[in-house]
Every structure is written in structure tokens, then in C-alpha cells.
């Protein structure tokens, strides 16, 4: 098993940037895909990035790619999801999830979640 702790979340205004950070530890976290997934009050949990095992596969979803970008740490056993250019609408809770080796996009194939933190962007 595997255990995810969110942080670096906080309030932003449109345009500016921030890193939230996913600490992983428990099992060989190096064997771990990781995925970052939001949601948004009334809405369903969506994809947001993911990252294999060895940082050979990287994926983002549409409404994010060119704007984040995302980076294993395995020295610290971390993973960094980079967000820039922050929009009002990607204000939400983003978790941090984990799965063995590959990347999915789905929030079902990921067994491992952290407890989340909330990025707000507002003016």
C-alpha cells in the first residue's frame, strides 16, 4: 500500500501560478503511477494529469495541457503538479492518487487517493 499527502494549495488570483505537491510512502513508491484528479462543488471528480512509474508516460487533459505541467521527485518520494495561468474554472479540490507502474485516466482505476486540497482562483 501506498499513502498520499496533498499540499500547497491556497488562493490565487487569475493568471498567477502554483505547485501542489503529493508526498508518497508505504510500499516502493517508485513502482506507482501517480494522477492528479479535481473536483469542483456540484461536479464529478475529473482528470487532471498523470505520471508512470518511470516518468516515461505523461498525460494532461485538454483543459490543462500547455498549462500545467507535472514532475516526479523520487529523491523525496514526491510528485509536483506545476499550474500556471490559473483560470477562475480550475478552482477546485485537487487529489492525489496512485496506482501501480501505468497511467490511467480514470478516477476507478486509481486505488490510492489522498485526502485532497482546495486551490481557489479569484479575483
Known amino acids: 500500500q501506498v499513502q498520499l499527502v496533498e499540499s500547497g494549495g491556497g488562493l490565487v488570483q487569475p493568471g498567477d501560478s502554483l505547485r501542489v505537491s503529493c508526498a508518497t510512502s508505504g510500499d516502493t513508491v517508485t513502482n506507482y503511477a501517480v494522477g492528479w484528479f479535481r473536483q469542483a462543488p456540484g461536479k464529478e471528480r475529473q482528470f487532471v494529469a498523470a505520471?508512470?512509474?518511470?516518468?516515461?508516460?505523461?498525460l494532461f487533459s485538454d483543459s490543462v495541457k500547455g498549462r500545467f505541467t507535472i514532475a516526479r521527485d523520487n529523491a523525496n518520494n514526491t510528485v509536483h503538479l506545476q499550474m500556471n495561468s490559473l483560470k477562475p474554472e480550475d478552482t477546485a479540490v485537487y487529489y492525489c492518487?496512485?496506482?501501480?507502474?501505468?497511467?490511467?485516466?480514470?478516477?476507478?482505476?486509481?486505488?490510492?487517493w489522498g485526502q485532497g486540497t482546495q486551490v481557489t482562483v479569484s479575483s
Open positions: 492518487t496512485a496506482r501501480l507502474y501505468y497511467v490511467r485516466t480514470m478516477p476507478s482505476e486509481y486505488p490510492y
Open positions: 505520471i508512470s512509474f518511470t516518468g516515461g508516460t505523461i
